[in-house]
C-alpha cells in the first residue's frame, strides 16, 4: 500500500453538498481493490489562479488515501471523463 494524497477542483455551479457523494463515487473503486480513504476534505469555494473551461472560481477538495497504484490510476482516468471536474493532481507525499 502506497500512500497519495488527491486534490481535485469541481465546477462551481455544482452544490457543495453533492461533493462528498461525487467524491465517493469515485474513491469506491479504490475502496474495492482493499485500499482506504484517510481523510477527505473540502475547502468549497474559491477563486482560481486563471480561468479553467471559462470558470473564474471552483469548489476544491483534498482527499488522503491508502491504495495500490493501479486502482489510482483507473480512478484519476475517471475524473478526468468526468465533466464537472476541471483539475485532478494525484501526489505521493515525500516521507519524512
Known amino acids: 500500500m502506497r500512500h497519495y ?3 481535485v477542483i469541481f465546477e462551481p ?13 469515485f474513491l469506491k ?4 481493490a482493499g ?13 482560481l489562479a486563471y480561468e479553467i473551461n471559462k470558470n473564474s472560481e471552483g ?3 483534498v482527499v488522503d ?3 495500490e497504484p493501479a486502482p489510482v490510476a483507473e480512478m484519476d482516468r475517471q ?3 468526468n465533466e464537472s471536474v476541471l483539475r ?7 516521507l519524512r
Not at 473503486?29 to 474495492?32: E, S, T
Not at 485532478?88 to 515525500?94: I, M
Open 59 to 61: 469548489i476544491y477538495a
Open 88 to 94: 485532478t493532481k494525484v501526489l505521493r507525499p515525500e
Open 79 to 81: 475524473m478526468r471523463l
Open 13 to 25: 455551479n455544482i452544490e457543495e453538498t453533492q461533493i462528498g457523494p461525487t467524491l465517493d463515487k
Open 5 to 7: 494524497e488527491l486534490m
Open 35 to 47: 485500499g482506504s480513504v484517510d481523510k477527505t476534505d473540502v475547502w468549497g469555494r474559491r477563486r
Open 65 to 67: 488515501l491508502q491504495s
Open 29 to 32: 473503486g479504490v475502496k474495492d
